[in-house]
């Protein structure tokens, strides 16, 4: 199976075009500067197909709504973003910016229930002794050498 060029936009714009909610099939073909042999290839290419079926699927379960379009938009601009980040003419403090807000999207952050306990992962064990009233006692520990022997076997 050969892999032809296309957009995740041109995929979606097709779903909306095939789903009487979008562009006709000649605007779709002008905006994207293709030409319709271009589309003939396309609907040859497995990916293509299977990508503007599930676009399809998701205008039908969940209407067009502003999520579906902003997660088009927002995968098309993962590649400027990607561009940016690799570019020697912009400045770190941008790279650095795009960097953590492509991580916030893509749900990679840290869960705030670890960031508020201080911790920085580990575990927390609770032992419960019945009703009685007992002074707790917190063992704070940091892996060692031996730790991080053990970890690899």
């Known amino acids: 199976m050969k892999h032809t060029k296309w ?5 979606f714009d097709v779903a909306l075009m095939l789903e009487g909610s979008g562009e006709s099939l000649d605007e779709v073909i002008e905006r994207h500067a293709i030409k319709a042999e271009d589309i003939i290839k396309f609907n ?8 503007v079926d599930s676009y399809r699927n998701d205008i039908r379960d969940k209407g067009m709504t502003f999520k579906v379009k902003a997660r088009a938009q927002a995968e098309e601009l993962l590649t400027t973003s990607w ?4 570019s020697p003419d912009v400045s770190a403090a941008v790279k650095a910016d795009l960097i953590k807000s492509t991580v916030k999207w893509g749900g990679l952050e840290p869960k705030n229930d670890v960031l508020a306990e201080g911790g920085s992962g580990g575990v927390k064990i609770t ?14 520990a940091e ?3 031996r730790t991080a022997a053990i970890e690899s076997h």
Request: net charge negative; aromatic share 2%; proline share 3%.
């Open 143 to 145: 892996p060692d050498d």
């Open 7 to 11: 957009s995740d936009r041109l995929a």
């Open 127 to 140: 032992i419960n002794l019945g009703e009685q009233e007992h002074r707790a006692t917190i063992i704070d």
């Open 83 to 86: 561009t940016l980040i690799h």
């Open 44 to 51: 040859k290419d497995q990916v293509f197909l299977k990508k």
